[in-house]
């Protein structure tokens, strides 16, 4: 089979693999379509030695000792698998296991995915609606979204317009509110603007003029809500400063960097309500299917639809922000897996 390999140093190459063995309790997976997401900057950077991918979705081909599923199944993949046994485990909330792991290998033709991370889809979903509703993209955005009071104000302001924060505001708007980003690539307050449908784009997060526009349009109290999706130290504080008092504040960029705050200053004198987002359970993912029957449209996020074999420069234009959400086929077809085949070109 074929699949994406990182080489470091910002390479990769397509190469000829054997196709992966399944492990009792494992189904090996065609995959139709993955995603590439912006935490694989890491394996592109440094390189790994292993295939990269955990936003995919395809057709169950083989079942090796599995109970639910079966050949011929569509399902989408939640890469987090934890003991199954523990307090969070048993609580659909796998995420927070002290024993987690992560599936991976969906940049490639097949893959042995645990049983356990395999969501079937709705007759109704086709495949890429499947992996980015049951991806980071949508499910961390819809995660980050419900982290909001319902009786909350209606201005929230997103910091960072990359994948997730493209999903964020296009939730954002489906649920009513206007939303103002901030962002520093031209190209992707672009997409946020005609793609995601922000109201405003409101420049850099280190410039004094979005601070001041939102102080405008809340009658000079600050955003009811601030999405940080960036991951940036410099951000993350820029979120605490122009958010209301009262306010909530949603971290959902990755930051292993460490943050200064002045704690009276940014929360407690504020009284703000801090918190974050990280990844996304079954329970969101029905939320998600639930709204998707509704009308949301999950794709407006999707910039670049490419087949597997040019992962390469799909890989190049991805990590240097030229791109939204992209997309890697398996065949010149979206196929939907009953009956359903869209021609698409890159």
Same mark, same amino acid.
């Given at each position: +089979? ?7 140093? =910002? ?5 000829? +693999?054997?196709?992966? /063995? ?7 997976? *065609?995959?139709?379509?993955? #995603?590439?997401? =912006?935490? /694989? ?6 390189? $790994?030695?292993?295939? %990269? ?12 000792? $599995? ?21 969070? $485990? ?6 927070? $296991? ?7 290998? =969906? ?14 889809? &709705?007759?109704? +979903? ?10 980071? !993209? ?24 990359? &994948? ?57 109290? =600050? ?8 991951? %940036? &130290?410099?951000? /993350?504080?820029?979120?605490? *400063? ?11 960029? *990755? ?19 801090? !918190? ?13 299917? /639930? ?9 407006? #996020?999707?910039?670049?639809? +490419? ?34 085949? *869209?021609?698409?070109?890159?």
């Amino acid at each position: +089979m074929k699949g994406l390999r990182y080489l470091g140093r =910002g390479e990769a190459r397509i190469a000829k +693999m054997p196709v992966p /063995e399944t492990k009792e309790g494992q189904i090996l997976l *065609e995959v139709a379509v993955s #995603a590439l997401c =912006g935490s /694989e900057r890491s394996d592109y950077e440094n390189g $790994c030695s292993f295939v %990269s991918g955990h936003e995919f979705a395809g057709i169950v081909r083989e079942t090796n000792g $599995c109970r639910r599923l079966k050949a011929g199944d569509r399902v989408t993949v939640n890469v987090l698998a934890g003991c199954g046994d523990c307090y969070y $485990c048993r609580t659909g909330q796998p995420q927070f $296991c002290r024993e987690l792991h992560v599936c991976q290998g =969906g940049h490639a033709q097949y893959a042995a995915v645990p049983e356990e991370c395999c969501i079937p889809l &709705p007759d109704y +979903m086709d495949f890429e609606a499947g992996v980015l509703l049951g991806g980071d !993209t949508l499910g961390v955005a819809y995660r980050a979204v419900n982290k909001i009071r319902p009786d909350f104000g209606r201005v929230a302001a997103v910091i960072g317009a990359g &994948p997730i924060g493209l999903g964020v505001i296009s939730l954002l708007k489906y649920y009513g509110y206007y939303a103002a980003v901030m962002e520093k690539n031209q190209l992707r307050c672009h997409y946020a603007a005609e793609l995601a449908g922000a109201d405003e784009v409101l420049g850099q997060f280190s410039d004094t003029c979005p601070g001041e526009r939102l102080r405008e349009l809340t009658g000079g109290l =600050g955003a009811d809500v601030v999405f940080e999706c960036s991951g %940036s &130290p410099l951000a /993350e504080r820029t979120a605490l *400063e122009i958010v209301r008092p009262a306010g909530t504040v949603v971290f959902c960029g *990755e930051n292993y960097k460490g943050l200064e705050i002045i704690p009276s200053d940014h929360i407690i004198h504020k009284e703000v309500t801090l !918190t974050g987002a990280f990844y996304f359970t079954r329970n969101d993912f029905y939320g998600l299917c /639930e709204i998707y029957k509704r009308g949301f449209d999950p794709k407006t #996020a999707v910039t670049h639809r +490419m087949h597997l074999d040019r992962a390469p420069d799909a890989c190049s234009m991805f990590f240097s922000g030229k791109t939204g959400k992209v997309l890697l086929y398996r065949d010149q077809t979206c196929r939907t897996g009953h009956g359903t085949e *869209e021609k698409w070109k890159d």
